[in-house]
């Protein structure tokens, strides 16, 4: 790890040489903060050393955690991918867009976010920052179902809700296109030939490109452009939303990390660890540390998938990725929701914290508007909640928010009311999808689960091994009340 870390401070003094020299922020530069969101990719809520696991090496991040906040009950509103990451771009819940599946866009899906519709993004571009979105994607691009041709301008995207760059992947590393997008063009484009995608998995290919890129050098490349870009664009705030690959499948870290007791899984959050160091040491050479809001966090739990012999090794290996919440990605249970959140931001948020509070990730954009000043439009960040507070107070006061809606990746709902969970089971709603097979596939996951809801009391049972639901019917009966009120109301927040 040492000869890793030396080769990675390396590559970043040599960005800040050849962009530091003239690029001092300007004089009037406003006192709002440079925002990082750092969206990794089934990260678990017990993967990290900060965490409580003791044989992963997260150096940087545990120094993030001990020069900030680490929130205990921070939620992705869905536990898989796409769902929660239109939460975090729009303070929205994801099933209340044109499908409601709960499950991953596919990966010719046209943008799934309107054009006109408040974004993180656009709201602190109109508020005078530069705007950045690095790494994978996965909200769609273009306006035609099925019909993306990667061989033309790829419109609208994220340059369409707010972002004045993007850089990253379409998607998955393995659904293709197999080469990385740069604003709105597929990079590598053989001239005159089209682009085509054939095969699946980790036998898709992609035809009319000049090479693939290399799996295993996707990070490196990712984190390189966001330290490049903030030494490019640092004169302003600027805002990066940086959304690592890692430690999504394919498990395929670079060949400068080896040695972890979880073979390949462990070695690829080693290098999250280290791509988020990078970020850190390019902030402190720019002396921007103090004037940054640094947020780190995942898009849905662990995966625990016992098909994956990686997956299976480090497991085998004594790794738990969700520590001992039950269940993990595509989840209903707490390992597929719960996820790592640590924020840091020198002075307004107490160092080596930790927060019990109820956060949605879906609360950023109403966390931002109220750090600038801005005031939500009606219609806009449906579901954000304001959680300044939780960030910045010494003392533990009254929550900002009680109660979460959670979507699996199965469809089914659950709602997380203070210390109580209800888990949907019984007439569960209909659901809309692009994809038929997809419906026959969710009708048959819900003939074979429970018929019956079920209640937990998290405070005492943060597995939920314990179906409280028959000693406190009155309770599952108001929160299942309360699940169907905020389905059918327009908004939650205040």
């Avoid at 390189?224 to 870009?229: A, N």
Wanted: proline share 7%.
């Amino acid at each position: 790890m040492i000869a890793t870390m030396r080769f990675f401070a390396l590559c970043v003094s040599l960005v800040l040489a050849l962009f530091s020299v003239g690029c001092g922020q300007s004089a009037d530069r406003s006192s709002r903060p440079n925002v990082i969101v750092v969206l990794a990719d089934d990260v678990g809520w017990g993967s990290l050393g900060s965490y409580g696991e003791p044989r992963i090496q997260t150096p940087n991040l545990d120094r993030l955690a001990r020069e900030g906040r680490r929130f205990t009950q921070a939620y992705a509103p869905s536990s898989a991918c796409s769902p929660t990451r239109y939460g975090v771009m729009t303070g929205r819940y994801f099933w209340r867009s044109k499908v409601n599946d709960g499950m991953v866009l596919s990966s010719n899906a046209p943008l799934h976010i309107e054009t006109d519709r408040l974004t993180i993004a656009s709201l602190l571009k109109d508020q005078g920052y530069r705007t950045a979105a690095i790494g994978k994607w996965h909200l769609g691009l273009g306006s035609e179902a099925g019909r993306t041709d990667w061989a033309s301008k790829l419109v609208p995207g994220p340059r369409s809700i707010g972002f004045d760059y993007f850089f990253g992947l379409s998607a998955n590393p393995r659904n293709g296109p197999h080469s990385f997008i740069e604003n709105e063009e597929l990079m590598g484009k053989l001239p005159g030939r089209p682009v085509s995608i054939s095969g699946f998995g980790a036998n898709a290919k992609t035809s009319g490109i000049v090479a693939p890129f290399k799996t295993d050098e996707i990070m490196q490349n990712i984190t390189q452009r966001v330290t490049t870009w903030i030494a490019e664009n640092h004169a302003d705030p600027f805002f990066v939303y940086f959304a690592p690959n890692a430690v999504h499948t394919p498990i395929a870290p670079n060949r400068a990390f080896t040695g972890s007791p979880y073979g390949k899984y462990g070695d690829f959050i080693h290098e999250v660890d280290a791509s988020v160091g990078q970020i850190l040491a390019t902030l402190d050479a720019l002396d921007l540390a103090k004037d940054t809001l640094v947020i780190f966090t995942s898009d849905n739990g662990g995966d625990i998938n016992r098909g994956s012999p990686v997956h299976v090794q480090a497991m085998d290996s004594g790794l738990k990725p969700n520590g001992d919440l039950r269940g993990g990605k595509l989840h209903v249970w707490e390992g597929g929701f719960r996820v790592p959140f640590i924020v840091r931001w020198p002075g307004q948020v107490p160092e080596d914290s930790v927060s019990e509070q109820i956060l949605s990730l879906t609360d950023l954009l109403a966390t931002f508007a109220q750090i600038t000043d801005v005031p939500l439009p009606d219609g806009a960040a449906e579901d954000s909640f304001d959680m300044l507070a939780a960030f910045t107070e010494s003392t533990q006061g009254p929550p900002p928010r009680n109660r979460i809606v959670l979507q699996a990746g199965d469809a089914s709902f659950a709602i997380r009311e203070a210390d109580w969970k209800l888990v949907e089971r019984a007439d569960p709603p209909d659901i809309r999808t692009a994809r038929p097979k997809r419906a026959v596939r969710i009708a048959n996951m819900r003939a074979n689960a429970p018929q019956q809801d079920q209640l937990f009391f998290l405070a005492k049972d943060p597995s939920e091994e314990n179906d409280v639901r028959e000693l406190f019917p009155e309770r599952a009966a108001r929160m299942r009340e309360r699940l169907a009120l905020d389905r059918s109301a327009s908004q939650t927040r205040p």
